[in-house]
């Protein structure tokens, strides 16, 4: 059955930035196809609601809640997995993001902060995970974002960040290739709380549907089938590879209005 190959039954995976949206979504859609999961972010209380939907599809949650701003916390994601479950075939990179901020006030600093949230942890947990990963013939999945391929005003660090992402990910797929597959999604809008004050006003939302081609705002779930795709066997011929999942996007569907210089 081509349905089989969507399963990952008793496959261990680490999700990062799992304790809503796209994480969460990821780590509760991963459960359902048979893995059991290693949740990480700032929130515990959210990563124990998130454990409970896992809990309910009867696979198993390990709550890390952890600063994954800081690339070593990324990194113990990793030995806390291999020790809790034994094995580790998948590692969701999803923790990251950066605000908008007008050029001119986008310091060196926070463009290297934005980096390190984006690419740097990703990096981190993905070195140490390699080890493991080698070992099951697993696989990473990166979050990106469809600001690291079109141009928008005020998003110089957040899709720098995003387009190295991307690239780091093409480069990781050569380095751990037969053994391991790395891809990315490159995110458009989705309904999480990050686009809160958009999805909760109408004039803005229908702004943002207008301008995205299949006329809606992404859902987390959305994300969430694609991690499922390319971690199984289903994604099993791809690497390198950054899958757009973004509406339809060929540009940004709402400017933020800064004005010219």
Do not use: W
């Not at 959210?46 to 070593?72: E, F, K, N, Y």
């Not at 299949?214 to 987390?220: D, S, V």
Request: net charge negative.
């Amino acid at each position: 059955m081509i349905l089989d190959r969507f399963r990952l039954t008793d496959q261990v995976a680490v999700v990062t930035g799992a304790g809503r949206g796209i994480g969460a979504a990821t780590a509760v859609a991963l459960a359902e196809a048979g893995a059991d999961v290693v949740i990480s972010s700032r929130t515990e209380s959210q990563l124990d609601d998130v454990a409970a939907l896992v809990a309910a599809t009867g696979r198993r949650a390990r709550v890390v809640p952890a600063d994954l701003s800081d690339p070593a916390a990324a990194g113990d994601l990793a030995c806390i997995a291999k020790a809790e479950f034994g094995r580790l075939d998948l590692v969701v990179n999803n923790v990251g993001g950066t605000y908008p901020r007008p050029l001119l006030e986008t310091t060196a600093d926070f463009l290297e902060e934005a980096f390190r949230f984006n690419v740097s942890t990703a990096h981190a947990l993905t070195v140490a995970a390699a080890p493991s990963l080698l070992e099951a013939g697993g696989s990473v999945v990166n979050i990106s974002s469809v600001m690291g391929r079109v141009t928008g005003r005020g998003f110089a660090a957040y899709g720098t960040a995003k387009a190295a992402l991307a690239h780091y990910t093409r480069l990781a797929a050569a380095d751990l290739a037969p053994k391991v597959r790395v891809n990315a999604i490159s995110v458009g809008s989705v309904a999480t709380s990050a686009l809160e004050v958009v999805v909760g006003n109408d004039e803005l939302r229908g702004r943002m549907e207008a301008a995205t081609p299949l006329r809606r705002i992404g859902e987390a779930e959305d994300i969430a089938a694609t991690v499922v795709f390319l971690a199984s066997g289903a994604g099993r011929y791809v690497t390198g590879k950054i899958i757009e999942v973004d509406g339809g996007l060929q540009a940004p569907n709402l400017e933020l209005g800064l004005p010219d210089l």
